[in-house]
Each structure stands twice: as structure tokens, then as C-alpha cells.
């Protein structure tokens, strides 16, 4: 009886967890810096493309549609209530160009559609906001690459401490199957 109140208590902290990462996602305001670096972002989108591959190898593409997406989200803003858009996951829509266009074009004042999301939880919401504030998709990326391999050296130096050398190297080599050049490089493979 104790563990199935446990794993209730757990899921619907999970939950309300969930939520409130979105909630102070939407929150933080898109400012001009934000802005800023949003067009930067979109600039090198578009000089890179939908699905550049980053070497001459099998399955070192990325995946910048769907990164523009998720810029796109994070980057929204407009009036309506707040938790209308945590729910909704709005964002820029210009009904003839693609993603990456949507992304850059709306941000310089053309006229977009407001399509929702809602769906999916956008838990990379404040992260990425977070990051924009910072700096720029570039920026973004060394970021995610820094942070890649600091887990990768955590897991694999934990493995060993723990004396599970097989499951170190089972592990680098699902690793290194996984193509870690898309991975440090695509915000949607980061996951």
C-alpha cells in the first residue's frame, strides 16, 4: 500500500514538476537581447539549411527543422494569458515559407499565423530561453557539446569507479552508435 501511494505521490510530482518548469519558462520575458539573438540564430539556420550533414559519414545529419521549431516556441511572445500559452506551446507561422523561415522572417515584422502545439510538453522551454538570453544558436551549440561530453565522462567514470567495465564499454559503444557528432550538434537529439 505504501509503495503504490509512493509512486502516486511520485508521478503527480512529476507532474506539477513538469508544469512549473513550463510555467517559469513562459514566464521569463522575451526581451531584445532574446530577440536578438533569435534573428542570429535564424541567419545561421538558414545559411546551414534543413538537414546539413557535418561530415562526409552515414548519419551525421542534423536535424535544424525541428530546431528552428523549438527555437521558434521558446522564442514566442504575445499578450495572451500566461497559462494559455504554458498549455498552448505557441509559435510564428508565415504560410509560405518553411520552419527556418518562419523562425528569422517573423522576428524582422512579417505577418504570421499563431499556431499551437499544444500536444506536446515543450520541457525545453526554459532552457533554451534561458540560453537565448545568453547567446545565439552557435553559442547554444557549444554549450550542448560541452555539456554532451561532461555526461558522457560522468557516466563512463562512474561505470568504472563502480568496477562495470563491460557496461562502460557497452555503453561508449551505444554511444558512438548514436553518431555523437549529431547529437552535440542537434538540440533535438540532445535528449
Known amino acids: 500500500m505504501k509503495k503504490s501511494i509512493y509512486k502516486i505521490i511520485s508521478v503527480l510530482g512529476s507532474v506539477f514538476f513538469c508544469i512549473l518548469l513550463s510555467v517559469l ?21 538558414i545559411q546551414e539549411g534543413y538537414y546539413p ?4 559519414l552515414y548519419n551525421t545529419r542534423l536535424d535544424n527543422f525541428t530546431d528552428a521549431i523549438m527555437i521558434n516556441t521558446a522564442s514566442f511572445t504575445n499578450s495572451s494569458p500566461l497559462l494559455e500559452r504554458v498549455f498552448a506551446n505557441y509559435r510564428y507561422d508565415i504560410s509560405d515559407k518553411g520552419q527556418i523561415e518562419d523562425l528569422y522572417y517573423s522576428r524582422l ?13 515543450h520541457g525545453y522551454v526554459p532552457f533554451l530561453k534561458l540560453m537565448l538570453f545568453f547567446t545565439n544558436y552557435h553559442g547554444i551549440r557549444q554549450i550542448n557539446s560541452i555539456f554532451q561530453m561532461l555526461i ?23 554511444w558512438l552508435s548514436l553518431i555523437p557528432t549529431a547529437i552535440l550538434f542537434s538540440l533535438q537529439y540532445s535528449s
Not at 514566464?27 to 540564430?41: C, D, G, M, R
Open 25 to 45: 519558462g513562459y514566464a521569463f520575458p522575451v526581451t531584445e537581447t532574446i530577440q536578438k539573438h533569435v534573428i542570429e540564430s535564424g541567419e545561421q539556420l
Open 53 to 56: 550533414d557535418i561530415m562526409a
Open 109 to 121: 515584422g512579417e505577418e504570421a499565423d499563431i499556431p499551437s502545439y499544444s500536444r506536446y510538453w
Open 152 to 174: 558522457f565522462v560522468l557516466i563512463i567514470s562512474f561505470l568504472v569507479k563502480r568496477k562495470n567495465v563491460i557496461y562502460g564499454l557497452a555503453y561508449t559503444f551505444c
